[in-house]
């Protein structure tokens, strides 16, 4: 018996009967505005996990959605190019939300210039 999961697993029938957090909790950018998340269910689910919630903040505002999901992937769209994001995420079950995930940093990538360049100039510092 792993005396440490039994300690976390007391600590989650406290709250009511709530769920642990999330397991392997992953992000990996798939485009300049898309982020895709996967985890595994709680170890403690304490009942059946009704679903998910997502809460994704954009690290240089701080402003923060959260988003209610179903099943155990989500593809996050409409970010913004090469933007930080910080994903925490719960599950819910009857008796309300579990405990939160550890935080999680993910940059969406980076995109071609929107534009070409104009009025480049070439200036030669040594030539031979």
Request: hydrophobic share 30%; glycine share 6%.
């Amino acid at each position: 018996m792993n005396l440490k999961r039994e300690m976390n697993r007391s600590k989650y029938n406290s709250y009511m009967q709530v769920p642990g957090p999330v397991e392997n909790l992953r992000a990996v950018s798939t485009s300049p505005t898309s982020i895709l998340i996967t985890w595994e269910p709680p170890a403690y689910a304490n009942g059946p996990v009704q679903g998910y919630r997502l809460y994704c903040t954009e690290v240089a505002t701080g402003k923060e959605q959260n988003i209610e999901v179903d099943g155990l992937s989500y593809k996050l769209e409409g970010l913004k190019k090469f933007t930080e994001y910080t994903l925490r995420f719960l599950a819910y079950n009857r008796y309300g939300p579990g405990v939160s995930s550890e935080d999680l940093t993910v940059r969406t990538l980076s995109d071609v210039p929107s534009v070409m360049p104009q009025n480049v100039s070439l200036e030669v510092v040594n030539s031979k």
